[in-house]
């Protein structure tokens, strides 16, 4: 697979997961490939590939006879993929110790591009170096599978989806600050509790959430009995 080929893949499922996100693109919208790889001035390949990914990650569906439709954000299986990877991160913490001086540089530097992204409210830019900096946490656990498990997660794009539904957190800068503190001790086990404290709250937020909305429901649910 060519780099342009896969360039192109990732700017396609980019702009459709925009476009289910803020609204334009509603669920139950049908996805042709023919009418995409014109839009993007593409053959249909790289636009396969990037539905195949959005539908693995549950935002498309395909159906018979209909083609590939737009999902409803599954929040129940957004909820179980954030309790993976906090438990994949709590472990790779541990794991992680006694890091090397460059990887400790590197998590510094995540953090300094966060805080500056939170000063220019540029929410894009925060999510992307805060989803880098729990990558990296990942990849000093060297463990291939923990890799290669959150990896396959897309979190650049289940992180977008999180930050549509409850808002954006950018109030755990000081949190990441300490567990950086906390590595460079040689004390993982304090670092992988600070993360599992992180993608905690972020799961209470997304537990309230899924709770009103399933009462959401039942209340329709009896309106229309």
Request: aromatic fraction near 4%; charge should be positive.
């Amino acid at each position: 697979m060519g780099i342009h080929r896969i360039c192109m893949r990732d700017h396609i499922r980019n702009a459709i997961v925009s476009r289910i996100l803020d609204g334009s693109t509603p669920p139950g919208t049908r996805l042709k490939e023919m009418t995409l790889a014109r839009e993007f001035n593409v053959s249909q390949a790289p636009v396969r590939e990037a539905l195949r990914e959005l539908e693995a990650l549950g935002l498309l569906q395909s159906e018979r006879y209909r083609g590939t439709c737009v999902r409803n954000i599954d929040l129940e299986e957004l909820r179980e993929a954030y309790e993976l990877r906090a438990a994949i991160e709590e472990s790779a913490a541990r794991l992680a110790v006694p890091c090397a001086r460059a990887d400790l540089d590197k998590l510094e530097g995540d953090l300094k591009l966060m805080r500056r992204a939170n000063r220019e409210h540029d929410t894009d830019a925060y999510m992307d170096s805060a989803v880098n900096f729990h990558r990296h946490i990942v990849q000093m656990s060297r463990n291939r599978l923990y890799l290669r498990a959150w990896e396959h997660m897309a979190w650049d794009i289940r992180a977008r989806i999180a930050v549509q539904r409850i808002g954006l957190i950018s109030s755990y800068t000081e949190e990441r600050k300490q567990i950086v503190a906390a590595l460079r001790d040689g004390d993982g086990e304090k670092a992988g509790q600070l993360l599992r404290y992180i993608l905690g709250e972020l799961l209470l937020r997304l537990a309230k959430i899924q709770h009103a909305a399933n009462i959401e429901a039942a209340a329709a649910a009896t309106a229309s009995a």
